[in-house]
């Protein structure tokens, strides 16, 4: 079935250094993507998306990286900081188009821990 | 500005009792969805609605699960006869767009069954 899958359950990284948040997805006509980061207690928060026409898309501080190829989504994070330390999920949107309701498959989540 | 409300916080209950959890989307959006998640675990789908459509309700674990939307705002997600295993943070998000949209999260439901 569909599955979206992180590469990794845990990333421990010194703050200052880059991160990168892997996952890979399985379903080819998915068409929209989305990382969240969710902290301890609370709801998922956009950090953000991009389109499967596009390969990379910048935010500040945050680049999400697209390889349709071999179905491949990566998050990185420059600059890490202690307040980055959470869960984070990709997501995918797999049926854009007519009937699409824009439902979410979410990833198992990885969880980035950020030492000092 | 307001985002989307969700209540009680926190719920618990002894099984096979009902449970009726709430969510206030942002003023606006027209898309609603219910999302479970388990401890550790990834969000898990559950039911859609958008303005007066059918709702899309291929992710309700059962029969005991069911939604309702009334005059395109509020929304209430109910479970019957409740289990352990449905023990986990019931999620409530809203959106402008129906489709490639970004869906802003309430804080959840954490619904304990004992």
């Known amino acids: 079935g569909e599955s979206v899958g992180l590469h990794l359950p845990t990333l421990s990284v010194q703050e200052g250094d880059n991160s990168i948040i892997n996952c890979a997805y399985s379903?080819?006509?998915?068409?929209?993507f989305i990382w969240y980061k969710q902290e301890s207690g609370k709801g998922p928060q956009f950090i953000i998306d991009i389109r499967s026409n596009m390969d990379k898309r910048q935010g500040q501080r945050v680049t999400v990286l697209l390889n349709k190829t071999v179905k491949h989504l990566s998050l990185q994070i420059a600059a890490t900081q202690p307040g980055d330390s959470a869960v984070y999920f990709c997501a995918e949107n797999p049926y854009l188009g007519s009937g699409n309701t824009g439902k979410l498959i979410f990833g198992q989540g990885t969880t980035l821990q950020v030492k000092p | 500005g307001a985002g989307v409300s969700q209540s009680p916080s926190n719920k618990v209950t002894e099984k096979g009792k009902d449970v009726e959890l709430r969510c206030d989307p942002i003023s606006g959006h027209t898309a609603l969805y219910w999302y479970r998640q388990s401890l550790g675990q990834g969000l898990e789908f559950l039911i859609y609605f958008q303005g007066n459509s059918a709702p899309d309700k291929s992710g309700l674990p059962s029969d005991r699960f069911s939604a309702e939307r009334t005059g395109g705002s509020v929304s209430t997600l109910t479970i019957q006869r409740t289990q352990q295993e449905d023990s986990a943070v019931y999620l409530c998000?809203?959106?402008?767009?129906?489709?490639?949209?970004?869906?802003?999260f309430g804080p959840g439901t954490r619904l304990t069954v004992t």
């Open positions: 998000a809203s959106s402008l767009k129906v489709t490639g949209g970004e869906q802003y």
């Open positions: 379903n080819s006509a998915s068409d929209y």
